[in-house]
T-cell receptor, first 114, second 114 residues
Framework: AQSVTQLGSHVSVSEGALVLLRCNYSSSVPPYLFWYVQYPNQGLQLLLKYTTGATLVKGINGFEAEFKKSETSFHLTKPSAHMSDAAEYFC????????????FGTGTQLKVEL | DTAVSQTPKYLVTQMGNDKSIKCEQN?????MYWYKQDSKKFLKIMFS???????INETVPNRFSPKSPDKAHLNLHINSLELGDSAVYFC?????????????FGSGTRLTVV
């Protein structure tokens, strides 16, 4: 079965600083990986996804993630944090079997300080 | 025009009651899901339907019963509500069951059982 582990349940950065949210996956087959963002009292919004092809994936709001098979990682980055980036971020994996369900990590709360 | 809409947004009810949450998507997607998000923000899949057919049924109490009258609608009925059922319930949809597709989420229904 596929799973993802998010390191750090809370991350705090200064406005303008680099954002790095960590995600490692476990999968016996090529994984399909996703990052979602959840703003307070809202649903989840897809930031970006990796399926096949280019390992550096660009998403919305200036976020990007790099798939590294050798490290089984799919970390999310943004060069310069903005106050509006404060939210909960979820890494997720979708793989063959089990109805191809999307399995989420435990989430990382991003706080952006002035 | 909301892509995945859930009603109601908030639901406060007493233990032992029966309640329903409705979900509709206008994206033309074939597959719909119910997820439960607990107080620690952990997201767990409950059910999935593909073209009105149940394809994922996780370990969920029998008190929870999904119903899909057509592929655009997926409702969740909960009997004999318990305190532990308090959570945010998200409906989602995806174009197919294929692993490369992300989900589109509704804005959630916050259920509080008192």
């Amino acid at each position: 079965a596929q799973s993802v582990t998010q390191l750090g349940s809370h991350v705090s950065v200064s406005e303008g600083a680099l954002v790095l949210l960590r995600c490692n996956y476990s999968s016996s087959v090529p994984p399909y990986l996703f990052w979602y963002v959840q703003y307070p009292n809202q649903g989840l919004q897809l930031l970006l996804k990796y399926t096949t092809g280019a390992t550096l994936v660009k998403g919305i709001n200036g976020f990007e993630a790099e798939f590294k098979k050798s490290e089984t990682s799919f970390h999310l980055t943004k060069p310069s944090a903005h106050m509006s980036d404060a939210a909960e971020y979820f890494c997720a994996v979708r793989g063959a079997g089990g109805g191809n369900k999307l399995t989420f990590g435990t989430g990382t709360q991003l706080k952006v300080e002035l | 025009d909301t892509a995945v809409s859930q009603t109601p947004k908030y639901l406060v009810t007493q233990m032992g009651n029966d309640k329903s949450i409705k979900c509709e998507q206008n994206l033309g997607h074939d597959t719909m899901y119910w997820y439960k998000q607990d107080s620690k923000k952990f997201l767990k899949i409950m059910f999935s339907y593909n073209n009105k057919e149940l394809i994922i049924n996780e370990t969920v109490p029998n008190r929870f019963s999904p119903k899909s009258p057509d592929k655009a609608h997926l409702n969740l009925h909960i009997n004999s509500l318990e305190l532990g059922d308090s959570a945010v319930y998200f409906c989602a949809s995806s174009p197919r069951t294929g692993v490369g597709y992300g989900y589109t989420f509704g804005s959630g229904t916050r259920l509080t059982v008192v």
